[in-house]
C-alpha cells in the first residue's frame, strides 16, 4: 500500500498500450479478427484495475491535495493548457498558417486565392483515398491547404472501402478520387494538382448551368438500343442540364441550348434540321457528333467543308489491346490520344464498340485548328462495306477515330436577352462511335471521362485561368563524391566519436 | 523561478559528467549523421539522374534539399526522439525518488512548482544538447547547397516543440516511478501510444477517428517540417506541454502524500 | 541495543550540565517547531498517530523511538516533505504545508543517508545549495561564497573541498550534509540518525557540535542510540507505533529506574540463605565470591552495599545500568500492555 500509484500508473499505461495495441491489430487484420479485440478487453481490464488501485490516490488529488498543501500553480497550468487547446482548435479550424518557405509551397496561387475568396456558395472537398494509396498524403496536405484559403471550403476525408453508403451518398463512385461537391453537382478530379482542383471547385460552383441537348427522332433512342441514362446522369453531375431535342418541331435551335449532341442517328436528318444545326454551329453553337459506321447522318458535306472527313467503313482492329479486352471483335482498345484539353492527362483507356474512321481532311480548312484526340491501334482495318464483295480490307494501320475542331464565328448582332456567354468559336466534336455514351459503354473504363471531357470543353466549363508557372526550381549540390565521403566521416564517424570521448573522460575520471 | 534554472542546471551538469549521457548523446549524433548521409547520398542519385533524364535546361538543378534532405532528416529524427527521450528523462524523478535527494530538495526552501519547471528546463537543455549536432549538419547543408533557411528553422522549432512534448511525457511517467528502467521503459511505451495511437483506430467509427485524429502528433510536426508555421499546431503542442507538467506537478504531491 | 555505561557509584547519572529549558514554560515565540494533530496512514497501516510537540529556541530535543515506530514519517512530514492525513506543522511561525517554500527557509535538514552527487566536488556541492537556498540572490554571488566557506570552515571540510563527494569517507560525508543544512544559518535543525555509520571519535565531535550548535537554535534529532540521547539532549520523545509514550528530560525519565545488574562481591563467609535470596547471590567459584542471579533496583542495591559493608566485605565489581532511560524505552516499547 505504500505507493498505489508506483502500482497502478503502469497499470493504467499498459491498459492504454493493450488498447491501441488492439486497435492497430484490428486495423490491419480487419474488424472481425478475434485476438484484437481479445487484446482490446485486456486493455480495458487492466485500466479498470489501475483505476481501481488508484481510486485514493484519485480521491487524495481532487479533494484532499488542495486542503492538505499549499495549492501550488498545477490548475493554473491545467487551465491555460486547456486555454491554448481550445485556441488551438479555434485556429484548427480558422486556419492560422505562415508559409514561411521561399518558394511557397505550401500555400496557393493568388489566382486561387483569388478565386476561392470570390466564393459564393460552400464547396466541399473530399478525399476518398484508401488508407493505402500513394496519393492519400498529398491529397490530405493540398486539403489542408484549400480550406485554410477560404472559409467557403469544407474538406473531409473518408475510406470509400468502409464507408460504403456514404462514398454513396456524396456521389463517389470508385476509390482514390479527390472530389469536389457543391450542392448536388459532384466532379472528380484524378490529378491532385491546384490548376485542376481549382478550375473544377470553379465549375461546380458555377449556378449558371448549361442545357446540353440530345438530338432525336431519327433513331437515337429507338427500342433495341442501349439507352442514355448513365449519359444523363454524368451530365447532371457535371452541372449540365440534359435535354432531349426533337428538332423537326422547331425551324431553329432554342438559343438556351448551347451544346447538341447527336448521337449515332439511325436515318439521315431532314434538310431542315441540317440547316438549323449548321445556322446554330454558325452562331457559336457546339455540336457533338458519333456516328455509327456505314449510317448516313446527313450532316458529312457540312463537316467536309469543315475539314473533317467520316470514312463510314466499319474497323476490325486486331491490336492486342482490342483484342484483350474480351468485349467482341467488334470492340477497339484506345490508349492512344492527341494533345488537346479533352485527352490531357486522360488516364485510362477507352473502349468503342463499332467503329469508323473520322480524320481530317490532309489540307487544313483556314481558320479551322482541329486535332485527332483519339486513334486506334496500329493493326486497325476498314472493312468494305457490307453488300460490297469486290473490295478487300485496307492495310493495317493507326487509324484516327475522333476530332475536336474550333474556329472562330462571325460576331452576332445583338439578340434581345442577355448576350450568350460563349465566345465566338464554333466547337466540334466528331467520334466515330455512338456506343461509348451509352449506358452499355459509358462505365467501361475511360469512357465517362472521356463523354466528360468532350461536355466540358464543349460547353466551356474548364475555365481558362492563367496559373504562374509553379517554382520548381531546385538546389545545386555543390560537392563530389569525395566531398559526400568527408561529410560522411565527419558526421558519421567523428562527431560521434567526440562524444564516445567524451562518455570515456568522464567514466575514467569515476575510476 | 530562480530555483528552477539551479535545478535546470545540475541536470545538465548531471548529463555531461556520467559516461552515460555522453553514450546517449553520441548514440543520438550517431543516428542523425547516419540520416544526414544517406539522405545527401539520396539527393545526389536524385540529382543526378533527373539531370541524365534531360528534362532539366543546363544550370538548372530540380530537386530541392529542403524536400529531398531537410524535411526528411527532421521528421525521422522526430521519430527517433521517441526512442531517445526516455533515456534523457527516465533518471530525473525515478532516481531522485530512489535515492532520496527528493526529500532532500524538498527540504530546500523550493516550490514543487520550481522542482518540477527545473527538471523540465533541465530535460529542454538536454535535448537542446541532442539537437545541437544539427548546427553541424546545417553548416555542411550550407556549404555544399542553398537551403532555403525560413522552412529549416521552423522545422527545427517544430522539432523542439516535439522534444519538449516528449519530455513532458517523460518526466510525468518518471514522477511516478521509483526505477528508472522502470521509467524508461514506461515512458517508450507511452510515447509509442501517444504517437501510433490517434491513428491506430483505422477501424474505429469516424468520430472516435476525428476526436483521436486531432491529437494526432506526428501530423502536426510534419506541418512544421514543411516549412508551414501553423500557430495552431503551436498551441497545441504547448497546451499539451503545460497540461503534462500540471499533471507531473500534481504527481509530485501525490507522492508526497504517499510518501 | 547499546553498551550501559560505567560510572563509580549510584544515583549519579550522567547530567548535562547546561540548564534545560523548562518544559512548558517559556515565552511562546520561541517555539520554533510546533507540530499538532498530526495523524498519518498508509492504507489500514496507520503510521503516526494524533502527534503533537513542540521544539523552543535553545532546545535539543531527541526523538527515540524502535524501527518502524514513526521515526521517519515524523520527520518527513515536520520538513514538508510529506503530507499528513490531518495535523499542521509550523516552523517559525509559517506553515510548512502551505507556505512551504518560506517556512522551510528557516530550516536546515539532514537525512540519514545522505544522498550526493557523486561527481561534484564539495565546494560545488554546497554552491548548488547555496542557489538552491537562494543565498546571494542565487547567483552564486559573494555572499553565497561567503556562507560556503564559513560552513567549510565550521565543519573542518576546506582540506577536502576540491574531493569530488563520490570519494568521500561516511564521516566526511555525513559533515557535507550537516555543512549544506547549516548553509543558511536555519534557525531550526532537523537531524536525522546524526552519528549513524561513524566511528566513536567522530561520533564525539559530532555530538559536540551538535550541542554548540543548539544553543541558539531548536535541534530535533531522532535517534535510537540511547546514551546519545542522555548525552546531548535536553527532552527526548519516545515514540512507539506513531505515538508519544513519554517525553520529558532524559534524566528525570531514567531516575526511578536505575538499576544495578552486575557485582561481584568477596565475603568473610558465606552470606544466609535470607540474603542469598533477597540479593540473588550465586556463588562466583573462587572461594568467597559471589555474583548477582538477577538485577537489583536502587533501594536493593543500597541495601547489598549496606549489607556488604556490614560485613567487612569487599566490592570487586560494581556495574550500574547507568541508562534508566533503556529500561523505560524497554518497558514503553516493547509492551504494549504497558501503555
Redesign the interface.
Known amino acids: 500500500m505504500k505507493s498505489d500509484s508506483a502500482k497502478s500508473s503502469p497499470l493504467l499505461l499498459l491498459g492504454l498500450f493493450l488498447l491501441a495495441a488492439g486497435g492497430l491489430l484490428s486495423g490491419v487484420s480487419g474488424p472481425r479478427a478475434y485476438l484484437p479485440r481479445l487484446i482490446m478487453l485486456a486493455g480495458v481490464a487492466s485500466l479498470l484495475w489501475g483505476a481501481f488501485n488508484s481510486a485514493a490516490s484519485i480521491r487524495f488529488l481532487l479533494f484532499r491535495a488542495r486542503a492538505v498543501a499549499e495549492p501550488g500553480p498545477s490548475l493554473n497550468w491545467l487551465l491555460g493548457g486547456a486555454v491554448l487547446l481550445v485556441l488551438a482548435a479555434g485556429l484548427g479550424i480558422r486556419g492560422a498558417r505562415i508559409d514561411v518557405t521561399s518558394r511557397g509551397v505550401n500555400s496557393l496561387s493568388a489566382t486561387s486565392k483569388g478565386v476561392l475568396k470570390e466564393l459564393s456558395r460552400d464547396v466541399e472537398l473530399i478525399a476518398a483515398y484508401r488508407d493505402n494509396a500513394m496519393e492519400r498524403d498529398q491529397a490530405t496536405e493540398v486539403l489542408a491547404v484549400y480550406s485554410a484559403a477560404s472559409r467557403r471550403v469544407k474538406t473531409r476525408s473518408l475510406e470509400p472501402d468502409r464507408e460504403p453508403e456514404e462514398a454513396r451518398r456524396l456521389g463517389i463512385n470508385r476509390p482514390n478520387v479527390l472530389v469536389v461537391r457543391c450542392g448536388e453537382v459532384v466532379e472528380e478530379v484524378t490529378e491532385i494538382d491546384e490548376e485542376t482542383i481549382t478550375q473544377t471547385i470553379l465549375r461546380v460552383q458555377d449556378p449558371n448551368r448549361p442545357v446540353v441537348a440530345v438530338l432525336d427522332g431519327h433513331g437515337e433512342t429507338s427500342d433495341g438500343r442501349s439507352t442514355l441514362a448513365s449519359l444523363r446522369g454524368l451530365l447532371a453531375r457535371s452541372g449540365l442540364v440534359f435535354r432531349l431535342l426533337r428538332l423537326g418541331d422547331f425551324v431553329e435551335v432554342p438559343r438556351e441550348i448551347r451544346t447538341l449532341i447527336v448521337l449515332g442517328p439511325t436515318s439521315p436528318l431532314l434538310p431542315g434540321e441540317i440547316e438549323a444545326i449548321e445556322r446554330f454551329i454558325n452562331r457559336g453553337g457546339r455540336l457533338a457528333l458519333f456516328v455509327e459506321p456505314e449510317t448516313t447522318t446527313g450532316l458529312e458535306p457540312m463537316l467536309a467543308r469543315q475539314g473533317i472527313l467520316i470514312d463510314g467503313r466499319r474497323i476490325l482492329d486486331e491490336s492486342p489491346l482490342s483484342r484483350s479486352l474480351g468485349l467482341g471483335p467488334e470492340s477497339v482498345g484506345i490508349n492512344r490520344w492527341g494533345e488537346h484539353p479533352i485527352t490531357s492527362g486522360l488516364g485510362v483507356g477507352l473502349v468503342l464498340s463499332g467503329a469508323t474512321r473520322v480524320g481530317l481532311a490532309p489540307q487544313p480548312v483556314f481558320g479551322t485548328s482541329g486535332t485527332d484526340i483519339i486513334r486506334s491501334g496500329n493493326d486497325a482495318r476498314l472493312l468494305p462495306r457490307s453488300g460490297d464483295t469486290a473490295s478487300v480490307p485496307s492495310a493495317p494501320a493507326a487509324l484516327p477515330l475522333g476530332i475536336a475542331l474550333e474556329w472562330e464565328t462571325p460576331p452576332q448582332e445583338a439578340e434581345a436577352g442577355p448576350a450568350p456567354r460563349e465566345k465566338g468559336y464554333a466547337r466540334l466534336v466528331v467520334i466515330g462511335d455512338s456506343d461509348l455514351a451509352r449506358d452499355s459503354h459509358l462505365d467501361l473504363y475511360g469512357n465517362r471521362e472521356f463523354i466528360g471531357r468532350i461536355c466540358g470543353w464543349l460547353t466551356e466549363r474548364t475555365y481558362l485561368l492563367r496559373f504562374p508557372p509553379v517554382d520548381r526550381s531546385g538546389t545545386p549540390l555543390r560537392v563530389g563524391l569525395a566531398g559526400l565521403q568527408a561529410i560522411f566521416y565527419g558526421v558519421e564517424i567523428l562527431v560521434p566519436l567526440l562524444a564516445f570521448g567524451l562518455a570515456f573522460r568522464s567514466w575514467a575520471r569515476r575510476r | 523561478m ?2 528552477a534554472w ?2 535546470a542546471k ?1 541536470e545538465v ?2 548529463l ?8 546517449v ?3 543520438f ?2 543516428v ?3 540520416l ?2 544517406s539522405l ?2 539520396r ?2 542519385d536524385g ?1 543526378i539522374a533527373l539531370a541524365q533524364s534531360g528534362q532539366l535546361r543546363t544550370g ?8 529531398w534532405v531537410i524535411r526528411p532528416l527532421l521528421y525521422n529524427l522526430g521519430t527517433v526522439l521517441v526512442l531517445f527521450v526516455p533515456l534523457l528523462t527516465m533518471r530525473s524523478f525515478a532516481e ?1 525518488r530512489r ?16 522542482l518540477v519547471l527545473g527538471k523540465f528546463f533541465g530535460s529542454m537543455l538536454g535535448l537542446a544538447l541532442c539537437l545541437s ?1 544539427l548546427v ?2 546545417f553548416a ?1 547543408l550550407a ?6 533557411w ?2 529549416t ?2 522545422g527545427l522549432g517544430g522539432l523542439l516543440l516535439l522534444g519538449l512534448l516528449f519530455n513532458a511525457v517523460g518526466l510525468w ?1 518518471s514522477v ?3 526505477s528508472q528502467i ?1 521509467a524508461g521503459v ?1 515512458s517508450l ?2 510515447l ?2 501517444l504517437v ?2 490517434p491513428g ?5 467509427p ?1 468520430w472516435t477517428q476525428s476526436i483521436l485524429g ?1 491529437f494526432a502528433i506526428l501530423p502536426r510536426f510534419e ?1 512544421f517540417t ?8 503551436v ?2 503542442f ?10 507531473a ?3 509530485v ?7 | 541495543m547499546s553498551e550501559p555505561e560505567t560510572t563509580a557509584g549510584l544515583g549519579l547519572p550522567a547530567r548535562d550540565s547546561r540548564a534545560a529549558a523548562d518544559d512548558g514554560r517559556g515565552n511562546d515565540s520561541d517555539v520554533l517547531i510546533r507540530a499538532s494533530g498530526l495523524q498519518k496512514s498508509y492504507g489500514p497501516i496507520s503510521a503516526v498517530r494524533d502527534l503533537s510537540f513542540e521544539v523552543k529556541k535553545g532546545e535539543i530535543v531527541g526523538l527515540l523511538g524502535p524501527n518502524g515506530a514513526g521515526k521517519s514519517t515524523t520527520l518527513r512530514m515536520l520538513i514538508g516533505f510529506q503530507y499528513p492525513d490531518e495535523g499542521t506543522v509550523v516552523l517559525d511561525g509559517r506553515d510548512v504545508y502551505r507556505d512551504g517554500a518560506r517556512a522551510r527557509r528557516t530550516l536546515g535538514y539532514l537525512p540519514e543517508t545522505l544522498p550526493l552527487y557523486v561527481e561534484m566536488t564539495v565546494r560545488e556541492y554546497l554552491d548548488h545549495f547555496a542557489a538552491l537556498k537562494g543565498i546571494g540572490g542565487g547567483r552564486g554571488g559573494g555572499k553565497s561564497r561567503a556562507a560556503v566557506d564559513r560552513v567549510l570552515g565550521e565543519l573542518d571540510l576546506t582540506a577536502v573541498e576540491n574531493r569530488a563527494c563520490g570519494n568521500l569517507s561516511r564521516g566526511y560525508r555525513q559533515r557535507v550534509g550537516l555543512a549544506q543544512a547549516l548553509l543558511a544559518e536555519p534557525s531550526i535543525l532537523i537531524l536525522d540518525e546524526p552519528t549513524a555509520g561513524l566511528d566513536p571519535n567522530q561520533i564525539q565531535d559530532f555530538r559536540r557540535l551538535i550541542r554548540d550548535l543548539g544553543r541558539e537554535r531548536a535541534i530535533l534529532l531522532s535517534t535510537h542510540i540511547l546514551p546519545e540521547a542522555l548525552e546531548i539532549c535536553d527532552r527526548v520523545l519516545i515514540l512507539n507505533r506513531g505515538r508519544i509514550v513519554a517525553s520529558g528530560r532524559p534524566d528525570s525519565l531514567g531516575d526511578e529506574d536505575q538499576i544495578l545488574h552486575l557485582a561481584r562481591i568477596r565475603l568473610p563467609e558465606p552470606p544466609d540463605p535470607e540474603a542469598r535470596q533477597r540479593f540473588g547471590l550465586t556463588d562466583a567459584g573462587h572461594g568467597q565470591t559471589y555474583r548477582l542471579a538477577h538485577d537489583l533496583d536502587r533501594e536493593r542495591a543500597r541495601e547489598l552495599l549496606r549489607y556488604v559493608a556490614e560485613r567487612s566485605g569487599e566490592v570487586l565489581e560494581w556495574h550500574v545500568g547507568a541508562s534508566g532511560l533503556e529500561a523505560s524505552f524497554r518497558r514503553l516499547t516493547l509492551g504494549e500492555e504497558v501503555v
Open positions: 530562480r530555483q539551479v535545478i545540475r551538469r548531471g555531461v559528467s556520467s559516461p552515460g549521457g555522453w553514450l548523446l553520441g548514440t549524433w550517431f542523425a549523421g547516419l544526414l548521409v545527401l547520398f539527393f545526389r540529382t538548372e538543378s530540380g530537386l530541392h534539399v529542403n524536400d531522485e535515492s532520496g535527494n527528493l526529500e532532500l530538495l524538498l527540504s530546500q526552501p523550493v516550490r514543487g512548482a520550481d549536432v553541424v549538419h555542411v556549404a555544399v547547397t542553398r537551403p532555403d525560413g522552412a528553422w521552423v511517467v511516478l516511478t521509483r522502470e514506461l511505451g507511452a509509442l501510444l501510433i495511437g491506430a483506430n483505422a477501424e474505429g469516424n486531432s506541418d514543411r516549412g508551414l508555421l501553423d500557430l495552431g499546431h498551441a497545441f504547448g497546451g499539451v506541454i503545460l497540461i503534462l507538467l500540471a499533471a506537478l500534481r504527481s504531491d501525490l507522492v508526497r502524500w504517499q510518501g
